[in-house]
């Protein structure tokens, strides 16, 4: 069994170790030891924090392996992108543009700096360490810090947004960034991240970024279409959240130029599917009910921890039915709630 928490002092050498494997330029994962130890200490800070809106918390969860202990994947939610600061994206545009003397009109795609997002939830930082292999545990994992979300709305936005890694070759340089931030930051795409530190809301980003528009048909034919387009490593964070509910829009990524999905909250499964159920104990094996697959979290924002499991359907009703060990992993006690949502 696997089961998402928040993540832990203790977890810091786990995290290092884990993150070592994650492909260079990929913006929304601390590296380095420091980098991860302040990661740490935010969230712990943030979730013991008293909030009333949502302002700079961001929220680390791990996702265990019950069995062994090894935290094998981690993912991140921000109570609110651009904190300290404005979060910066390229808003794809369509300029027209007219001549009257020569009777001519026609449209040209253009991308603008622009800080729309700022203030939206962002999820960011979801990696595991087996990805081709990964089962429920992978939707588990996206899933819990929405779950939080529901258990916690005062701590986030009405809507939220994910950046997605854009395309980079085997060396890790980006097609969309030699064609445009190279330009302006004189310096190579992961140089830039490393300086940036994944962050898309310093102020050297609106000091050399462009503040005109940057007409796409005069990028190279690689950058073109790099644009909006998934690294391979985030195909399965894609598949998640599209499922989820989430959608590319008008925006994209202004290093990589990778999408950036948005969804109101109202339109994600976890929100409009989930349901608040009380716990009762059931032993393992004696159903003879339809057993369905859940999403389960526990209602308790401070002790947070979910699970998948397969019980008796809680889809009416008040109640669901929970195995001792699921039980544990969730660590309540019959006549608790918990909030579940079908897989």
């Given at each position: 069994?696997?089961?998402?928490?928040?993540?832990?002092?203790?977890?810091?050498?786990a995290?290092?170790?884990?993150?070592?494997?994650?492909?260079r330029?990929?913006?929304?994962?601390?590296?380095?030891?420091?980098?991860?130890?302040?990661?740490?200490?935010?969230?712990?800070?943030?979730?013991?924090?008293?909030?009333?809106?949502?302002?700079?918390?961001?929220?680390?969860?791990?996702?265990?392996?019950?069995?062994?202990?090894?935290?094998?994947?981690?993912?991140?939610?921000?109570?609110?992108?651009?904190?300290n600061?404005?979060?910066?994206?390229?808003?794809?545009?369509?300029?027209?543009?007219?001549?009257?003397?020569l009777?001519?009109?026609?449209?040209?795609?253009?991308?603008?700096?622009?800080?729309?997002?700022?203030?939206?939830?962002?999820?960011?930082?979801?990696y595991?360490?087996?990805?081709?292999?990964?089962?429920?545990?992978?939707?588990?994992?996206?899933?819990?810090?929405?779950?939080?979300?529901?258990?916690?709305?005062?701590?986030?936005?009405?809507?939220?947004?994910?950046?997605?890694?854009?395309?980079?070759?085997?060396?890790g340089?980006?097609?969309?960034?030699e064609?445009?931030?190279?330009?302006?930051?004189?310096?190579?795409?992961?140089?830039?991240?490393?300086?940036?530190?994944?962050?898309?809301?310093?102020?050297?980003?609106?000091?050399?970024?462009?503040?005109?528009?940057?007409?796409?048909?005069?990028?190279?034919?690689?950058a073109?279409?790099?644009?909006?387009?998934?690294?391979?490593?985030g195909?399965?964070?894609?598949?998640?959240?599209?499922?989820?509910?989430?959608?590319?829009?008008?925006?994209?990524?202004?290093?990589?130029?990778?999408?950036?999905?948005?969804?109101?909250?109202?339109?994600?499964?976890?929100?409009?599917?989930?349901m608040?159920?009380?716990?009762?104990?059931?032993?393992?094996?004696?159903?003879?009910?339809?057993?369905?697959?859940?999403?389960?979290?526990?209602?308790?924002?401070?002790?947070?921890?979910?699970?998948?499991?397969?019980?008796?359907?809680?889809?009416?009703?008040?109640?669901?039915?929970?195995?001792?060990?699921?039980?544990?992993?969730?660590?309540?006690?019959?006549?608790?709630?918990?909030?579940?949502?079908?897989?």
């Open positions: 069994m696997f089961v998402v928490r928040p993540v832990e002092l203790t977890d810091i050498d995290l290092e170790t884990l993150l070592a494997g994650a492909t330029g990929v913006h929304t994962l601390p590296r380095t030891r420091e980098k991860i130890a302040v990661a740490v200490e935010r969230s712990i800070a943030s979730f013991a924090a008293h909030v009333d809106i949502p302002s700079e918390e961001s929220y680390v969860f791990v996702l265990e392996q019950q069995s062994s202990g090894a935290i094998v994947g981690t993912a991140a939610i921000f109570a609110s992108a651009g904190s600061g404005t979060y910066f994206s390229f808003r794809n545009d369509v300029i027209q543009q007219v001549s009257r003397d009777n001519i009109s026609h449209s040209v795609h253009a991308l603008t700096l622009c800080s729309e997002l700022t203030a939206y939830s962002q999820l960011s930082g979801f595991l360490n087996d990805r081709a292999h990964a089962g429920l545990e992978a939707g588990l994992l996206s899933r819990a810090r929405l779950l939080f979300a529901v258990l916690a709305p005062h701590r986030f936005g009405d809507r939220f947004f994910v950046p997605l890694a854009g395309v980079t070759d085997a060396n340089q980006s097609p969309f960034w064609a445009l931030g190279r330009k302006f930051f004189k310096m190579d795409f992961l140089d830039a991240e490393k300086v940036i530190g994944g962050a898309r809301n310093r102020t050297l980003i609106v000091e050399l970024m462009p503040h005109y528009p940057v007409y796409v048909p005069l990028l190279p034919g690689d073109q279409a790099a644009m909006g387009q998934i690294h391979a490593d195909e399965l964070a894609f598949s998640l959240l599209t499922e989820e509910g989430f959608e590319a829009d008008d925006y994209v990524d202004i290093f990589d130029g990778g999408p950036i999905l948005q969804a109101h909250k109202n339109s994600l499964r976890s929100f409009s599917g989930s608040l159920r009380r716990v009762l104990h059931a032993e393992p094996g004696n159903s003879s009910d339809l057993m369905v697959t859940y999403a389960i979290a526990a209602s308790c924002e401070e002790n947070f921890r979910a699970v998948t499991a397969s019980c008796p359907t809680a889809d009416s009703g008040e109640t669901v039915s929970l195995t001792q060990e699921v039980q544990d992993a969730l660590m309540v006690v019959p006549g608790e709630n918990v909030i579940c949502v079908r897989i």
